[in-house]
């Protein structure tokens, strides 16, 4: 039998179920150990591939709903800073484009994407242009606004997640990615273990 006469083979074994007993419990093991708040696949800003945001399980996670035309784009920089300087010890930066308020990203995520890596380098991980408020919410921010009780009420709201995937603290658009109270609470939950 050849290689095309194998795949067929063996799909047509998974179509029947007989094939799972060796995929499923890896999967299974796999989304049991993501936490609640991650544990969606949302689309990649500049391809819209689905990223699985259980990737970052482990990590301390920030997640930020971001607009291109605010008063505290300027943040995108302070952000790329925070990203850059923790990431190797386990920080991970979420931005969450959204038009939700007074209509301040531009239309397109190909926009969008050009936008944060010719003005401001932002190399941290950005999801497509999505809604965070209301019942259009994506799924992270839905989950969020549950667990903290706190919907963003303007861009540039933050969500710090620990290592453990829960809910640290919220902050509102006028905490600055340097404000040092925000950077300790950050460096608190990187020393902390899953």
């Keep these: 039998?050849?290689?095309n006469g194998l795949f067929k083979?063996?799909?047509?074994l998974c179509f029947l179920g007989l094939g799972t007993f060796t995929l499923y419990p890896a999967l299974e093991a796999h989304a049991d150990q993501c936490p609640k708040l991650l544990n969606h696949s949302l689309p990649r800003l500049q391809d819209d591939v689905?990223?699985?945001?259980c990737q970052y399980s482990g990590k301390v996670v920030l997640i930020v709903n971001t607009a291109?035309?605010?008063g505290f784009?300027?943040?995108y920089e302070g952000l790329e800073r925070l990203y850059d300087r923790y990431k190797q010890a386990g920080l991970v930066?979420?931005?969450?484009?959204?038009?939700?308020f007074g209509g301040q990203e531009l239309s397109s995520n190909k926009e969008i994407a050009e936008f944060c890596t010719n003005t401001f380098n932002v190399r941290f991980p950005m999801i497509a242009k999505t809604s965070v408020r209301g019942n259009t919410a994506n799924p992270v921010f839905a989950g969020l606004i549950r667990e903290s009780g706190t919907t963003p009420k303007w861009n540039f709201y933050k969500y710090l997640l620990g290592r453990d995937g829960?809910?640290?603290?919220?902050?509102?658009?006028?905490?600055?990615?340097?404000?040092r109270s925000f950077?300790?609470?950050i460096e608190r939950s990187l020393k902390q273990n899953p």
């Design 183 to 185: 950077v300790q609470d």
């Design 73 to 75: 784009t300027s943040q």
């Design 1 to 3: 039998m050849n290689f």
């Design 166 to 179: 829960r809910l640290v603290k919220v902050y509102s658009s006028m905490t600055g990615p340097d404000d």
């Design 68 to 70: 291109s035309k605010c």
């Design 50 to 53: 689905p990223q699985n945001l």
């Design 93 to 100: 930066v979420i931005g969450f484009p959204s038009g939700d």
């Design 9 to 12: 083979h063996f799909r047509a």
